[in-house]
């Protein structure tokens, strides 16, 4: 194939990056584009469909012109995508009829607490691998169909169409004509089933859902349709990979044998492991997933724990607090001090995700006195995130029965030497940096180039990965100890 370019979108929370690579890895062209959060009441977090669509769009177009790429040197598209984020949109016009429910928002927690206190937890985590929390998809799903006036009724005609992110864009891509998501994203609805990998009856029932509303569940490597009508692209482009944004970053850094872990600090953070083909109830509060299928039938599942505010914390830090003016100006400001003085923060600012589950929990700083400077409290920011995914790891551990020897990191927040540091120390154990760290945007090419034969295995993917840093750990224990004391009491208070 000549110049077999893969062209990577990846939909997050706050922006769209989109990559362009060959089949040797060299990303040709590389655009972001941010687009508006919208915060209608405390708690709630939404995105407007068309402003995504039109970030996704500005992103290709700028990816190709800096790559100074055709558009039509594109052998396929894949894409990785924020999860749990539920869109509805009318399947004749494919507007959407309300605004896009965040992961992050909080709004269905009462009913969450509803169907728990019914005791119906057990009964849906034993067929999802997931608890009843806000920040899956069918509360909010629910919410939808409920709240919009004639929303039911139009769902049951067959007039509107459900998804998650992935689910939008294809149809976008499609020109309407593709109506589909991939496993690792309907395995984030709490609608599938996690073994049979298909929507289940029961759960449709429960939570008011109609099926004529759903997408079909396809493999995340696979042509599900091709482009149609989409500004600054020639029709016929084949969409070929699908994945969850933090499956996507697992298959990104060739996780592929059972153990392989891997952390993502993005916006939230994200901390999985692959189990192989089989999925692992969990008894320490973490989530089990389907990590990948691919045309082949293969069939991976994962485990994971999930901290919603990573990267957000130095967002607010930055916009909310207007202490720094970069995000990348926090490393700095931290490295000012030894240690944050006694300062912990819990940046539990969208509630705390596994292994405590409490939605209702909100950030807090603890130890702050008289000397306390910006300094320590953006140093406080840095641990809080290395803290948590601490929490998070311990509990994969006692799942998974075994240590975890080493993890590679990726995302955003993980090009901080200093968090990095911080977190190889809390872990005691060596914390591994790619050269790529926009892993989760490679693994969508992964996936879409093993469709199209731009790779022809995953050994071939297994070799083009490059470390670029390991940290190692050189705290001592009683600082260690000291810092986790204090973290264990500041969370028990927030």
């Known amino acids: 194939m000549a110049k077999p370019y893969i062209l990577a979108i990846d939909q997050g929370t706050t922006s769209t990056t989109v990559l362009v690579l060959d089949d040797r890895l060299r990303v040709r062209g590389r655009a972001s584009r941010e687009f508006p959060q919208h915060f209608p009441k405390p708690g709630q977090v939404e995105h407007d469909l068309e402003e995504i669509w039109k970030s996704v769009v500005l992103a290709i177009r700028a990816a190709l012109r800096q790559g100074k790429l055709r558009p039509g040197q594109i052998a396929a598209i894949g ?44 009964e849906v985590r034993a067929k999802t691998g997931l608890v009843l929390d806000p920040y899956f998809a069918a509360t909010k799903l629910e919410w939808l169909l409920k709240n919009l006036r004639g929303a039911a009724k139009k769902a049951r005609d067959g007039k509107l169409a459900f998804g998650t992110i992935d689910s939008f864009l294809v149809s976008r891509l499609t020109g309407g004509r593709a109506h589909v998501t991939d496993v690792s994203n309907s395995s984030r609805t709490l609608l599938m089933d996690l073994r049979r990998l298909e929507w289940d009856d029961d759960l449709l029932e429960l939570f008011s859902v109609p099926a004529e509303l759903l997408p079909r569940i396809c493999s995340s490597s696979e042509v599900v349709g091709e482009t149609r009508d989409v500004p600054g692209l020639p029709d016929g482009i084949p969409i070929a990979g699908i994945a969850g ?179 190889a120390d809390l872990l005691g154990i060596p914390v591994v940096r790619p050269k790529m760290i926009e892993t989760t945007a490679l693994g969508a090419a992964f996936l879409a180039g093993l469709a199209v034969g731009v790779w022809s295995s995953k050994d071939a993917i297994r070799a083009a990965w490059k470390e670029d840093r390991r940290f190692l750990p050189t705290m001592n224990r009683a600082a260690k100890n000291e810092m986790i004391a204090r973290w264990e009491a500041a969370v028990s208070k927030a």
């Open 245 to 423: 944004d933090q499956q996507a970053a697992l298959f990104g850094q060739a996780c592929f044998d059972r153990c392989d872990s891997k952390c993502t600090y993005g916006t939230g953070a994200f901390l999985l492991m692959n189990t192989g083909s089989r999925p692992i109830a969990s008894k320490a509060g973490l989530l089990s997933t389907v990590a990948w299928r691919l045309a082949d039938g293969e069939v991976a599942y994962a485990l994971e724990g999930s901290s919603f505010v990573a990267g957000a914390a130095v967002q607010w830090f930055r916009d909310g607090l207007g202490l720094i003016a970069r995000s990348s100006d926090i490393d700095r400001l931290a490295a000012k001090v030894e240690d944050s003085g006694g300062v912990t923060f819990v940046p539990a600012l969208a509630g705390l995700g596994a292994p405590h589950w409490r939605p209702e929990a909100r950030g807090i700083f603890t130890g702050l006195d008289r000397g306390t400077t910006k300094a320590h409290l953006a140093r406080a920011i840095l641990e809080g995130i290395a803290l948590e995914i601490r929490d998070l790891a311990s509990a994969m551990e006692r799942d998974a029965g075994r240590k975890i020897r080493s993890f590679t990191v990726d995302g955003g927040a993980s090009a901080s030497d200093l968090l990095m540091q911080i977190q």
């Open 79 to 122: 894409i990785t995508n924020q999860r749990e984020t539920t869109a509805l949109w009318d399947r004749k016009t494919g507007a959407g009829v309300a605004p896009a429910i965040v992961w992050q928002d909080r709004r269905t927690s009462g009913r969450c607490r509803e169907l728990r206190d019914a005791g119906l937890e057990e």
